[in-house]
């Protein structure tokens, strides 16, 4: 059954556009990954200053191989004129982990 990983990033407000701007520009890049089956970046609405990350992987193996490739090297980038990598928009990450027990679709999807 597959398993669900939601990153709970804390982004300030004045973070956020710097946030989804970054999640922007790496649009597509877990897509082709072995074992990916979807994602979102879910903004709050009201009363907390937590996104959620929602990933579903096939399995936990999929989303450990992801982890220690793609994922790693996207986080590793920077401002190589300035030798810098860019300050993190969240001042707070927390992962949680669920396997998928129940699940179901529209009708006719």
Excluded: C
Aim: charged share 30%; net charge negative; no cysteine.
């Amino acid at each position: 059954m597959s398993v669900v990983k939601i990153n709970v990033l804390t982004v300030p407000a004045e973070q956020r556009e710097v946030l989804e701007k970054r999640f922007a520009s790496r649009a597509h890049a877990v897509e082709n990954s072995d074992g990916f089956e979807w994602f979102e970046l879910l903004r709050p609405v009201e009363g907390t200053e937590q996104y959620l990350v929602y990933t579903r992987w096939r399995d936990e193996e999929s989303f450990q191989a992801w982890m220690e490739g793609p994922m790693k090297a996207a986080h590793q980038g920077g401002d190589e004129d300035r030798g810098e990598k860019p300050k993190p928009a969240a001042s707070g990450s927390t992962l949680w982990s669920f396997e998928v027990v129940q699940q179901a679709e529209p009708k006719g999807a």
